[in-house]
């Protein structure tokens, strides 16, 4: 009987490791899978073709430029650099990425989250008051910190979590996240500028507010993100 009782255990652990593995980039199957839109002579692996590694270079595995600020001049005053797989070829199969976060004075990086990543975050320059919210499951728990150069601080897997300049000047800060291709869902454009609209009546009474307030939403979300 007791035997049995460890044999099940013993399964019932095995199945929630493999749970997790899940969750996360495959492990790659060979030494390099650059990345490449050509399908020619290549193997599709983890959504990407596959260069022949006989044709790769060093070059393949090389991202330059994001030592330079971008321009924060948008509705929100922040700008987010990228270097994905579609930017880096190199990183595919390899799951991680990372982002430059670039912040004017009061700028932020609007709720998002990262629907196949967790994420690391270091201050390099300026103020910046961070967090995130957890699920349903934990009441929706909000952990935040005002974060200052050399600050590290981890949003969880999927989390919904932002970043705000509250200094006065102007803010950088660089991301990793545990996926080559880890998606990004900012909150207020998923929901208010979504193609076809999802209907104002269903979002007036998520929020509990006004069908005439979501619609004026809707319309100013669509300008941003249309001009």
């Known amino acids: 009987m007791m035997k049995s009782v460890r044999l099940s255990a013993s399964f019932a652990l095995l199945a929630l490791v493999l749970s997790f593995a899940d969750a996360y980039d495959p492990s790659p199957l060979q030494d390099i899978c650059v990345a490449v839109g050509e399908p020619k002579n290549a193997l599709f692996v983890n959504g990407k073709f596959c ?3 006989a044709l790769t270079t060093a070059n393949d595995f090389l991202f330059s430029g994001l030592q330079v600020p971008k321009s924060t001049a948008n509705p929100v005053g922040s700008t ?15 799951g991680i990425s990372m982002v430059r976060i670039d912040f ?30 957890t699920t349903n499951q934990l009441n929706n728990t909000s952990f ?53 609209p ?30």
């Open 144 to 196: 935040e910190k005002v974060l200052h150069p050399g600050d590290v601080f981890v949003f969880p897997f999927g989390m919904i979590h932002f970043q705000l300049n509250v200094g006065k000047t102007n803010a950088v800060a660089i991301a990793a996240l545990s996926s080559q291709n880890p998606g990004v869902m900012t909150l207020g454009n998923a929901l208010f500028n979504a193609k076809p």
């Open 104 to 133: 004017g004075i009061g700028g932020l990086n609007p709720p998002h989250t990262h629907p196949r990543a967790s994420e690391i975050l270091l201050v390099l320059e300026g103020t910046l008051y961070a967090g995130f919210v």
């Open 80 to 94: 987010v650099t990228t270097v994905f797989v579609d930017q880096l070829p190199g990183l595919n199969t390899l």
């Open 198 to 227: 999802i209907s104002p009546e269903v979002l007036a009474k998520g929020f509990q507010v006004d069908e005439k307030f979501v619609e004026k939403l809707q319309k100013k979300f669509w300008f941003y993100n249309n001009v």
């Open 51 to 53: 260069k022949n590694p």
